[in-house]
C-alpha cells in the first residue's frame, strides 16, 4: 500500500475507532493484537511501558506532593532524590519532612528556620554524627600535662577547664588549645569553681578561699568546718556562698565578707555535693525563681530554700531506699525542674514541683554505671572502663567510649562532663569541644573531645 494510501485509510480507521465504544475498543484492541507478531508485540511493549508512567511530582500540587512524603522514611526519601533533578527539587524543598527526620534522631530544631534545604543538610550531617556514635569513632583524646602531684578536683566552663592538686596549685586550661591560661598557689584543693575574676576553693584543711586570677592573691578565707570541704557552689546576685564538708554539714556564707550566715544539718554522711540553682516550677513549697539549695550525701539528697534570708528549713528529704541498702553515687543533676542521680539501680529522676519518681532507668547488664549529664535527649554515663552515652527516650546505650585506668574518687570530684548542652538535643554545632575530663594516677587530666565532623 502506497503511503498516500496508508494515511487516508489510517485516518479512516482512526475515526471509526474513536466512535466505538471502551467495550468495543478493548474487542478491537485484543483482535489486533492476537493477529500481531513478535515485532509488532515488542513495539507495543516498549511504547505501553513509557505511555503508562506518570511522573506524580510533577502533576500533583505541591501541598499533595509534600503530604504523600512524609510517609516515607528518609532513606528512602534520599534515594527518591536520585531519580531525577525535579524529583530532587521537590524533595528538599519538603522542610517539614527534614525537621522531622531530625527530630527522631535527637537533633534541636529552629522552627524559625523554613530553608528546606537547610533542614536536608542538617540531616545529612546528623547521619554522619550519629553512624559515628554508634560506630563508637564520634570522640578522641587529649591530655594537659602540668601538675607535680595528684589532682582532686576539676570544674569546667566555657572552653575552660580548672584543676585543683596536691600540688598546692590551681591552674586554668584552655581546652582547645591545651594551654595553661593561668597558674596560682593555693590549698590543697578538693572542689573548685571560677569565673572571669576569682577562683573558689574548697580544701582537705576544712576551709573555703576566694582567690583573684590576675594576681593570684586570696581575697577571702572561709574558716568554720570541722571536716575536709568536698563541695562548693555560689551566686554573685545573692552574695552567698555554700560549702559541704566530711562534718556532715553544709555551710552558708556571706560571699563577699567571708562571715557564715547558717549551718545546715541533718546529714549523717559526708556531704559530697552542693548545688545553688534557680527553681523553674511551682509547688507548694517553692515558686519559678526561687533560688534552691540541694546537698546530697552517701544516702539522701536535701533540699533547703535559700535566698536573702539566713536561716532555712529543709523542705524535702529524698532516698532511693528507707533502710539505707542503697548508696547514692557521688554526682547529683539539677536543672531547677529534674533532680537526678544515679545508684546501683539505676538512674532515678525526680520532679522538682512534686517530689515523685519520674522514673528510674534500669541497666541491669552494666555494674556501677555513674551518671555525668542528663538532658531532654541524652544522659551521659560512665563505669570504669567505658564513657556511655544514652537515648532517653529509648533507654538504650547508643554509644560508648574506652576509658584508660582513670584515678578513682568517692566523692565525685575528678571527673566531670564538658559542654552538656547536646544533651538537649544535638544541632550540628553543639557537638564540638569537651565530653569529659578525669584526672590519672600520672598527675595528668585525661580528655575525651568529640572528633571533627568528616
Not at 146 to 151: D, E, F, T, Y
Not at 338 to 362: P, T
Request: aromatic share 10%; glycine share 6%; charged share 20%.
Amino acid at each position: 500500500m502506497e503511503r498516500k494510501d496508508f494515511e487516508t485509510w489510517l485516518d479512516n480507521i482512526s475515526v471509526t475507532f474513536l466512535s466505538l465504544t471502551d467495550l468495543q475498543k478493548n474487542e478491537t484492541l485484543d483482535h489486533l493484537i492476537s493477529l500481531s507478531g513478535a515485532v509488532q508485540l515488542r513495539h507495543l511493549s516498549n511504547n505501553l511501558e513509557t505511555l503508562l508512567k506518570r511522573d506524580f511530582l510533577r502533576l500533583l500540587p505541591l501541598e499533595l506532593s509534600f503530604y504523600l512524603l512524609k510517609w516515607l522514611d528518609p532513606q528512602t526519601l534520599l534515594t527518591c532524590c536520585l531519580v531525577s533533578k525535579q524529583w530532587n527539587k521537590v524533595i528538599s524543598a519538603c522542610t517539614e519532612v527534614w525537621q522531622t527526620a531530625c527530630k527522631n534522631l535527637g537533633w534541636q530544631i529552629d522552627d524559625s528556620v523554613q530553608d528546606a534545604l537547610h533542614w536536608k543538610k542538617v540531616y545529612l550531617k546528623a547521619i554522619l554524627r550519629m553512624k559515628q556514635l554508634e560506630d563508637h569513632e564520634a570522640f578522641e583524646t587529649s591530655s594537659l600535662i602540668g601538675h607535680s602531684a595528684r589532682v582532686y578536683a576539676l570544674y569546667y566552663k566555657d572552653g575552660l577547664l580548672c584543676t585543683g592538686s596536691d600540688d598546692l596549685s590551681a591552674k586554668l586550661w584552655d581546652v582547645s588549645t591545651g594551654q595553661c591560661v593561668y597558674g596560682i598557689q593555693t590549698h590543697t584543693c578538693a572542689a573548685v569553681k571560677f569565673d572571669e575574676q576569682k577562683l573558689v576553693t574548697g580544701s582537705f584543711d576544712n576551709t573555703v578561699a576566694c582567690w583573684e586570677w590576675s594576681s593570684g592573691a586570696r581575697t577571702q578565707h572561709f574558716r568554720g568546718h570541722t571536716g575536709a570541704v568536698f563541695s562548693v557552689d555560689y551566686n554573685d546576685e545573692l552574695d552567698i556562698l555554700v560549702s559541704g564538708s566530711a562534718d556532715f554539714t553544709v555551710k552558708v556564707w556571706a560571699l563577699s565578707a567571708g562571715t557564715c550566715l547558717n549551718t545546715l544539718t541533718g546529714h549523717t554522711e559526708w556531704v559530697t555535693k552542693v548545688v545553688l540553682q534557680k527553681c523553674k516550677v511551682k509547688s507548694l513549697l517553692h515558686s519559678p525563681g526561687d533560688y534552691i539549695l540541694l546537698s546530697a550525701d552517701k544516702y539522701e539528697i536535701k533540699i533547703w530554700p535559700i535566698g536573702r534570708e539566713i536561716n532555712c528549713k529543709c523542705l524535702k528529704t529524698l532516698s532511693v531506699s528507707e533502710d539505707r541498702s542503697i548508696c547514692l553515687q557521688p554526682r547529683l543533676h539539677f536543672d531547677g525542674k529534674y533532680i537526678v542521680c544515679s545508684s546501683a539501680l539505676g538512674l532515678y529522676q525526680w520532679d522538682f514541683a512534686s517530689y515523685d519518681i519520674l522514673r528510674v532507668i534500669k541497666t541491669p547488664e552494666i555494674a556501677n554505671l555513674a551518671l555525668l549529664g542528663f538532658g531532654d535527649i541524652f544522659a551521659l554515663l560512665f563505669d570504669n572502663r567505658y564513657l556511655y552515652i544514652m537515648d532517653l527516650r529509648t533507654e538504650s546505650l547508643i554509644s560508648r567510649w574506652p576509658l584508660p585506668e582513670y584515678r578513682k574518687s568517692k566523692r565525685g570530684s575528678s571527673f566531670l562532663a564538658g559542654e552538656v548542652s547536646w544533651l538537649n538535643g544535638l544541632d550540628g554545632h553543639n557537638d564540638t569541644g569537651l565530653v569529659f575530663a578525669t584526672s590519672m594516677p600520672d598527675h595528668s587530666i585525661h580528655l575525651v573531645l568529640w572528633k571533627e565532623h568528616g
